[in-house]
């Protein structure tokens, strides 16, 4: 387990570059992000353990980065003034581009994967916008109503969007519809509603809605999304049937934070939580594995090394399948193998 300590400075996310398996971007913010400075650290892992390449310094917390999926120097944040800031690694010491319409703290921004020239952010104040590098304004803004603490494009197609909220609603938005009374939004699923079928353990029936914090989606199943939030249960969804949750991962002890499913495994994903804990789980659909397509999921094991609230994790894409990265408020990055992590059987 390699360690990075970003002293004075608690880490929010930590991203890996979709362009070198060798570095990381970490958004921090002083005081837990409450007030002071924030701080975005450009991370080398050597063969002497984990380096500061660069960092830059922000007039407020930044809760998120994303890596340019076009320009591997490049990277965005996400402030809590409201901002949004483009960095280049190999221009001096201020961002190259910024966008300000946002009216409250920024908490996600996301880049297309399928079309790399937009990216999307979420924000306090009840909206998500798309934006391009070249606007100053934005192309789109989507209502959400609610506080929407992630966003994400569809990894699997351009113009679907997708965002999670304070409402504990998860949000679809097809950009191709036309904005009309709906803007864009073709679904609204409630993520508190019951399992369609019953979770061993686990209460059956609604529990009532609470915030939902982070989303992601499969890398392999176009229609299959993860959701987490403050009652510490990740939820699996299919956007084919998309009355209620297909599975449910009960385990973490408060709200999990951040969610990534793997991007070598379709049915394995990693969550960092506010019990210190950053754990592995499958949603039981690996049929290889014994799993019937879409079983019942389980812990595959934990890691708990961290201790403060757990706030980021990302996989790194290259290499072996098990390596990963997350943050903590513990002033810690710690990037290290899952599979080492992993419970017998």
Not at 55 to 77: G, I, K, R, V, Y
Not at 306 to 334: I, K, N, P
């Amino acid at each position: 387990m390699l360690e990075f300590r970003t002293t004075g400075f608690n880490p929010y996310s930590t991203k890996y570059s979709p362009f070198f398996d060798s570095r990381l971007a970490v958004s921090a913010g002083a005081n837990f992000g409450l007030v002071g400075n924030g701080r975005l650290y450009i991370l080398n892992l050597t063969s002497n353990g984990i380096a500061c390449e660069k960092f830059f310094e922000t007039q407020d917390c930044l809760f998120d980065t994303a890596w340019s999926e076009q320009h591997e120097n490049q990277l965005l944040t996400a402030g809590g003034d409201g901002s949004l800031k483009l960095f280049d690694i190999g221009i001096g010491e201020f961002p190259v581009a910024g966008w300000q319409e946002h009216g409250r703290e920024v908490f996600s921004v996301h880049w297309g994967l399928v079309d790399k020239s937009r990216f999307a952010s979420s924000s306090w104040d009840g909206t998500v916008k798309i934006w391009t590098p070249e606007r100053k304004e934005s192309l789109v803004t989507l209502p959400v109503h609610s506080c929407v603490y992630s966003a994400q494009f569809s990894p699997h197609h351009p113009d679907i969007v997708t965002c999670v909220s304070r409402d504990s609603h998860l949000r679809v938005y097809d950009l191709r519809t036309k904005a009309s009374a709906q803007n864009h939004m073709t679904l609204a699923i409630p993520i508190h509603a019951p399992p369609k079928l019953p979770v061993p353990g686990y209460g059956q029936g609604s529990v009532g809605p609470t915030e939902c914090l982070t989303h992601d989606w499969n890398k392999y199943r176009d229609s299959v999304l993860a959701t987490a939030g403050v009652d510490g249960v990740i939820r699996t969804f299919d956007l084919r049937n998309p009355s209620g949750p297909v599975n449910l991962l009960p385990g973490h002890e408060y709200a999990v934070r951040k969610i990534s499913w793997s991007p070598h495994l379709s049915d394995v994903l990693l969550s960092a939580s506010y019990d210190m804990t950053c754990r592995v789980w499958t949603d039981g659909s690996n049929v290889e594995k014994g799993g019937s397509g879409a079983g019942f999921g389980r812990e595959l094991g934990r890691m708990d090394a961290h201790t403060e609230f757990a706030m980021g994790v990302d996989w790194c894409l290259f290499g072996a399948e098990g390596w990963c990265a997350t943050c903590a408020w513990d002033e810690r990055v710690l990037v290290w193998d899952v599979r080492e992590h992993m419970r017998a059987g």
